[in-house]
Every structure is written in structure tokens, then in C-alpha cells.
């Protein structure tokens, strides 16, 4: 499903670039980035239910959001997870605190 206004914010700190991105999506509302999938694709769960999963692809003109299951989603976090490791601990804790709270 395209949509064409993608919001999200990102902080940057000293050491790496912080998790915290949010997207609005225009049915499930605003969306909060769980992990990384690939280059310009991220795993997305809906902020108030947190059971519903995207995998959002940005794009020059919007976002295509993809609905995956639950087994797939935490698949692709504990990817992300073993690629955070090689970013430094700051950064791993940070996707383990959100991965923790997503999944467990």
C-alpha cells in the first residue's frame, strides 16, 4: 500500500545513529521502528497495538508498507541484533532494550 507523506524523526548521538524513527501510516496510525531489514527497507510495528508488523520500503515518492507475521518480524530484529553488534555496545543495547520490549 504506497503512501506519499512518510513522517519520521531520528536523533543522532556522538557514537551512532539512535533507532527511534515513526511513521504515520494512514489506516493503524503511527507506526515506530523496530530494526533495520536491508538498505532502505525497516521493520515497523504500530505503536498502540503492537502486533501489527510492516516491513517499509522508502522510496523518492513515499513508502510502500508490507504486513508480515510475527515469527517473520522477530526474525528480522534478531537479524539486526547480530548486525548491531558490530556497531559498538551503545548501539546493540539500544535495539536489545527495543528488541526486549517488542518481543518479550
Known amino acids: 500500500m504506497p ?5 519520521s524523526t531520528a536523533s543522532v548521538s556522538s557514537a551512532f545513529v539512535s533507532p527511534e524513527r515513526y ?3 494512514p489506516t493503524f496510525g503511527m507506526l515506530y521502528r523496530v530494526a ?4 532502505g527497507r525497516d521493520l ?6 503492537q502486533r501489527i508488523f ?3 520500503t522508502l522510496q523518492p515518492r513515499g513508502a510502500t508498507f508490507e504486513v508480515v507475521p510475527l515469527m517473520d518480524a522477530r526474525h528480522f530484529a ?8 558490530r556497531d559498538g555496545p ?3 543495547a539500544h535495539w536489545r532494550q527495543l528488541f526486549d520490549q517488542t518481543f518479550i
Open 78 to 85: 534478531e537479524q539486526n541484533l547480530v548486525r548491531s553488534r
Open 44 to 49: 515497523f510495528a504500530t505503536l498502540y497495538a
Open 3 to 7: 503512501f506519499n507523506s512518510p513522517k
Open 54 to 56: 510492516f516491513v517499509v
Open 36 to 39: 533495520a531489514v536491508s538498505e
Open 23 to 25: 511513521l504515520n501510516h
Open 90 to 92: 551503545e548501539a546493540h
